[in-house]
């Protein structure tokens, strides 16, 4: 089966700083992950992917996230914060050979980036 | 459509009492999720429908909800004798078929309380 595990509630940062928000997942085979966000009084939005191949993968509004098989990880990251940035986050994990389309999501971590 | 729809956005509904949501998918995406998201977790799958597959109900929480999807297109969520644990935000959200790294686009959600 599945799953997502995001192990922080809450991330809080100071603006500039770097930002790590946590995820690992359980899946059988070769996953597909994502990372999508929510704006307060907004609804979820796609930020990026990982498919195959380079392990570290761009997303939007500057945020990234490298993908580790050995530690099955998928952290999202960003070098500098911004209070923009504060919103709730969720991982996501859909896996490969299934021949099926069910896409898990984690708990989400809120982000709180502080002025 | 250009977006995903849903409706309605708030409901407000009596114990015992049923109700039905609404999703309006993206024109031409074969693929449909409904999600639940209560206040403080995270995003809970309930169903998926891709193409004219059986759908996956693995993520129904009981015999009181159910799912249907008509012509490929809309898809309507119901839940009988609605109990206040019921009450959540119930996200769709559609992706193109056929391939499991597409992306899913949510609607806006439609927020169900239960009194």
């Known amino acids: 089966a599945q799953s997502v595990a995001q192990p922080e509630d809450q991330v809080n940062v100071a603006e500039g700083n770097p930002l790590t928000v946590k995820c690992t997942y359980s899946?059988?085979?070769?996953?597909?992950l994502f990372w999508y966000v929510q704006y307060p009084n907004r609804g979820l939005q796609f930020l990026l992917k990982y498919i195959t191949g380079d392990n570290l993968v761009k997303g939007s509004y500057g945020f990234e996230a490298e993908f580790n098989k050995s530690q099955t990880s998928f952290h999202l990251k960003k070098p500098s914060a911004l209070v923009s940035d504060s919103a709730l986050y969720f991982c996501?994990?859909?896996?490969?050979?299934?021949?099926?389309?069910?896409?898990?999501f984690g708990a989400g971590t809120r982000l709180f980036v502080k002025a | 459509g250009a977006g995903v729809s849903q409706s309605p956005s708030n409901k407000v509904t009596e114990k015992g009492k049923d109700v039905e949501l609404r999703c309006d998918p993206i024109s031409g995406h074969t693929a449909l999720y409904w999600y639940r998201q209560s206040l403080g977790q995270g995003l809970e799958f309930l169903i998926y429908?891709?193409?004219?597959?059986?759908?996956?109900k693995s993520g129904l929480p009981s015999d009181r909800f159910s799912a249907e999807r008509t012509g490929g297109s809309v898809s309507t969520l119901t839940i009988q004798r609605t109990q206040q644990e019921d009450s959540a935000v119930y996200l769709c959200a559609s992706s193109e078929g056929l391939l499991g790294a597409n992306v899913l686009t949510f609607g806006a959600g439609s927020r169900l309380t239960v009194l």
């Open positions: 899946v059988s085979g070769n996953p597909y």
């Open positions: 429908f891709q193409g004219n597959s059986a759908p996956d």
């Open positions: 996501a994990v859909r896996a490969q050979n299934t021949g099926g389309f069910k896409t898990i």
